[in-house]
């Protein structure tokens, strides 16, 4: 299920308040306007940058050049600047670089209940800073079920069916020196135009649920170096019961498998189910093959090629 993200002035605020040194000067009703996720994809309304009168932000940052050219503007064309500037889809003001905001921009805050911080840091700093933090905190975000772990400094979402012994893989893989980051609810977040951010909600961190065991905390067991905050999804490994249906397993992998995530395609393993078989082994070989591949090496195009020459020999 995707959901809207969305970020209130109070919280933007609240959470960079000691990182930028934010002052809030007026404007202080204007709180509760909020930045979503919808945003990132207007073209003409990014959620922040410095000065823009033909493309408003809805964060707008004010260093030193652009006082020093709202200054040289006299008192009318400052006030259109500023009429325009204080629209229906401004959220909030940053004047940086310990700049002093003029009387009119000050009045102009206060009269359209727009929230107006001051900071000490460079305006490039300002932009750059709470550019990545909206980024992170705007980003399109579903959660899909299954568990996620780093296997070989790899981003894997292990998934399948009820009781095919998902948990009992990650426990296992857990064990073997790779970590958790995240059972059973998954949270990916859109952070970058070809990433896909993987993390555990706050109430599940640490915890993962083996049948006949319960629920283990792999922090408290196995130590700090055994879980993840969070990690890029890189490869699905889909754990397939013999005889469950569906489309037969490619067993050369002739033609690349992907799940569409919020966009973006995913590379995507099927390993079947069977008793007897080291999943554990099978996912880190996975694992590996997935990186030899992102170098440019593949195993079943080599196959495939020493085929094709030995045939041309023999005839």
């Known amino acids: 299920m995707d959901s809207l993200s969305i970020v209130t002035v109070d919280k933007l605020f609240r959470e960079n308040v000691d990182a930028l040194d934010l002052v809030w000067i007026t404007g202080q009703d204007g709180?509760?306007?909020?930045?979503?996720?919808?945003?990132?994809?207007?073209?003409?309304?990014?959620?922040?940058?410095?000065?823009?009168?033909?493309?408003?932000?809805?964060?707008?940052?004010?260093?030193?050049?652009?006082?020093?050219?709202?200054?040289k503007l006299s008192e009318d064309a400052l006030e259109e600047a500023l009429?325009?500037?204080?629209?229906?889809?401004?959220?909030?003001?940053?004047?940086?670089?310990?700049?002093?905001?003029p009387k009119v921009l000050l009045e102009t805050a206060s009269r359209t209940d727009t929230p107006l911080f001051i900071s000490s840091h460079p305006s490039p700093a300002v932009v750059s800073h709470l550019g990545h933090y909206l980024m992170q905190n705007l980003a399109e975000t579903t959660v899909v079920h299954g568990v996620f772990m780093e296997v070989n400094g790899v981003g894997v979402l292990i998934q399948g069916e009820a009781a095919v012994g998902k948990s009992e893989l990650a426990l296992e893989l857990v064990t073997r020196g790779h970590r958790l980051i995240a059972d059973d609810a998954v949270e990916l977040r859109h952070v970058a135009p070809d990433t896909l951010e993987g993390n555990c909600p706050p109430m599940l961190r640490d915890f993962l649920e083996v049948r006949g065991l319960g629920i283990l905390n792999i922090r408290s067991l196995f130590g700090e170096t055994a879980v993840k905050f969070k990690k890029n999804l890189k490869l699905i490994v889909q754990l397939v019961k013999p005889g469950s249906g569906g489309e037969p397993l490619n067993r050369l992998d002739m033609e690349a498998s992907n799940t569409n995530i919020l966009g973006l395609d995913v590379l995507t393993v099927r390993i079947p189910v069977a008793a007897g078989r080291n999943l554990a082994v099978l996912v880190e070989v996975a694992v590996r093959n997935h990186i030899l591949k992102s170098r440019g090496i593949d195993p079943t195009a080599e196959l495939v090629a020493r085929q094709h020459a030995f045939m041309q020999e023999e005839s």
């Open 83 to 101: 009429h325009h500037l204080f629209s229906e889809e401004l959220a909030a003001v940053v004047v940086a670089e310990g700049e002093e905001p």
């Open 31 to 71: 709180g509760r306007r909020s930045l979503t996720s919808e945003a990132l994809h207007i073209t003409s309304l990014a959620p922040i940058g410095h000065l823009n009168l033909v493309h408003p932000n809805r964060v707008q940052v004010l260093g030193g050049a652009e006082m020093d050219y709202l200054r």
